[in-house]
Structure formats: structure tokens, C-alpha cells
């Protein structure tokens, strides 16, 4: 089972940006995905972006897209978000995720996954 260790939270105004990290302890990415997801105070948990970690393919919620990029490093086992045009909107806790089953698969459902990072905090003030 993949342990995932998570990085780059932090507090950053309106407009900024952040990066965050998400390492694995596994390998073997052929049939894998990893993801981002984010749930702030009184919000449930909500898909931000995916990536299938063989093909590169990636998916992005409507909130994020143009703005956040999901990218990977296979030799590094890492996962990459970077952030860019903070909005106060996009505060929330961040975690990773991977999924260690193949098939078929909802790219940004919780379900879809079955490992999970401790998470990581994001705050975008205004």
C-alpha cells in the first residue's frame, strides 16, 4: 500500500501562487492515478485535478482549470499541483491521493481512490 507525504501548503494573498508536493513510497505507475482533492470548512471533499500517472492524461475541475496544473516526475515518484491565481475560494485542506486499482475509473471521485496524504493546508486571503 503507497504511503503519500505531502508538501507545499501555505498562506498566500489574493493572485499568488503555491506548488504542492506529493511523494509515493510505491512504484509501478503504469496503471495508476494520483490526484488532488480539497475540502474546506463545511464543504464536502471535491475533486481538483488528476493525472493517470502512465499516459500523463489529467483532469481538472471547472474552478481550477486555466489555472492550476497537475504535472508529474516518475523518477522522483512525485506528484506536482501547481497553483496559480489564488482565489479566497480556493482555500481549503489539500490532500493527495493515488489509486492502485486499474480499470476504469471517475477521474476526480473520491471513490476512485484508495490511498490518501495527511493533508495540506492552503489559505488565500483577500
Known amino acids: 500500500q503507497a504511503q503519500l507525504v505531502e508538501s507545499g501548503g501555505g498562506s498566500v494573498q489574493a493572485g499568488g501562487s503555491l506548488r504542492l508536493s506529493c511523494t509515493a513510497s510505491?512504484?509501478?505507475?503504469?496503471?495508476?492515478?494520483m490526484a488532488w482533492f480539497r475540502q474546506a470548512p463545511g464543504k464536502e471533499r471535491e475533486g481538483v485535478a488528476s493525472?493517470?500517472?502512465?499516459?500523463?492524461?489529467?483532469y481538472y475541475a471547472d474552478s481550477v482549470k486555466g489555472r492550476f496544473t497537475i504535472s508529474q516526475d516518475n523518477n522522483k515518484n512525485t506528484v506536482y499541483l501547481q497553483m496559480n491565481s489564488l482565489k479566497p475560494e480556493d482555500t481549503a485542506m489539500y490532500y493527495c491521493?493515488?489509486?492502485?486499482?486499474?480499470?476504469?475509473?471517475?477521474?476526480?471521485?473520491?471513490?476512485?481512490?484508495?490511498?490518501w496524504g495527511q493533508g495540506t493546508q492552503v489559505t488565500v486571503s483577500s
Open positions: 493525472i493517470y500517472t502512465g499516459s500523463g492524461t489529467t
Open positions: 491521493a493515488a489509486r492502485a486499482r486499474g480499470g476504469s475509473m471517475l477521474a476526480l471521485e473520491r471513490l476512485s481512490y484508495d490511498y
Open positions: 510505491e512504484y509501478g505507475y503504469g496503471r495508476k492515478a
